[in-house]
Each structure stands twice: as C-alpha cells, then as structure tokens.
C-alpha cells in the first residue's frame, strides 16, 4: 500500500506582533520547518516579498527580505522606520505588515502582523 502526502501551506497565517523602535533598523527571523518541527525545510527557489502597510490598506514600504537556509530575515531599515508615527509616547503608531512567498507559480503568505512602532526621543529636542 502505499500513499501520498502534499504539503498545503498557507491554511492559516501566523500572525505576529513585532516591536519596532521609530529611527532603528528592526529585524526579523522567520525559521520555516518541516512537520518534525526541528528540520529546516528546502526553500531553495522560493522568491520572498514583505510590505508594510496602514490599516486602512494604502501600501507603505516595502520590507527588505534576506534569505540563507531554511530562514528568512525581514528587515526594517532604519530610514523607513524614521517615518513611522509621530509624537513621543510609548506606541505612536501601529502599522500592519505581511510576508509573501512565491513558489511554484503560487503565492502564499505564512506571517502576517502588526508593527508596534515605538516612540524614540534620540535627538529630540526636549
């Protein structure tokens, strides 16, 4: 007997809170697995897009996305984080953000989530 098995992504985003301070370059490892949970699974080939956005739907900036192994880092450079928010509390701004993967002629986004921009009083003047 024998039987097949496919793997389905894209079922159920993961969705993930990150904090990020206005003016600093954040980053974000992502680990793509395999079932087993401690393999890192094949991503050769795949092609990654991240995009930070309001909530309203209006295209902020485009995320810089590195790739080495089984992981992916999502980075926010420091020059678009600067225009994220306003004000010196401790959140001044919430933005949403997303990963996409494409493979296969497919398109699959596995994270998306909020940026929690916090304010940074670094060269203010108070």
Do not use: C, H
């Amino acid at each position: 007997m024998s039987s097949s098995i496919s793997q389905s992504y894209g079922l159920t985003p993961i969705n993930v809170k990150w904090n990020v301070v206005r003016g600093d370059t954040a980053e974000l490892l992502i680990e793509f697995l395999e079932n087993d949970e401690v393999t890192g699974a094949d991503i050769d080939g795949w092609t990654f897009e991240a995009t930070s956005y309001d909530f309203k739907g209006d295209i902020l900036d485009e995320l810089d996305v590195e790739s080495e192994g089984s992981s992916v880092m999502i980075i926010a450079p420091a020059d678009v984080t600067e225009g994220w928010g306003s004000g010196y509390s401790s959140v001044v701004a919430e933005v949403a953000f997303d990963l996409q993967v494409t493979y296969n002629n497919k398109i699959w986004t596995p994270i998306v989530g909020t940026i929690n921009v916090i304010g940074d009083i670094t060269g203010a003047d108070l």
